[in-house]
């Protein structure tokens, strides 16, 4: 009986461990709009506008910025852009999993900029 009880305190414990962990999820991030977004060229409202982005599409998110704007990849060849210059970005109002975004990674600006000058734009 002695041994029975060991292995509920063992199992408890264990439980108790998950719950009390920040458990984020791993693999990629996906995004999918609370509304139809505009989705732009650049992180910034000012930039040429790419398209739209309805509720029904999900996105995998591939780059954020810390002023809230998620880059995707559009799934359309875009002949000679390289890096971020290949993302379009949205300003953040969809749904993603619990801290999903924490694993994107965080650019700026400048980095998008960097990425569009290598790409000839």
Request: hydrophobic share 40%; with cysteine; glycine share 8%.
């Amino acid at each position: 009986m002695k041994k029975r009880g060991n292995v509920v305190i063992v199992l408890l414990f264990c439980v108790l461990s998950i719950l009390l962990t920040d458990c984020t999820p791993s693999g990629p991030c996906y995004i999918t709009p609370n509304t139809p977004l505009t989705a732009y060229r650049l992180p910034d409202a000012t930039s040429d506008v790419f398209g739209s982005f309805p509720p029904t599409d999900t996105y995998r998110a591939l780059a954020r910025t810390a002023d809230g704007w998620v880059g995707f990849d559009p799934g359309i060849a875009q002949a000679g852009n390289i890096g971020l210059a290949h993302h379009r970005w949205v300003q953040f109002n969809a749904f993603v999993s619990t801290s999903c975004l924490d694993s994107v990674d965080l650019v700026t600006l400048e980095d998008v900029m960097v990425d569009m000058a290598a790409s000839g734009h």
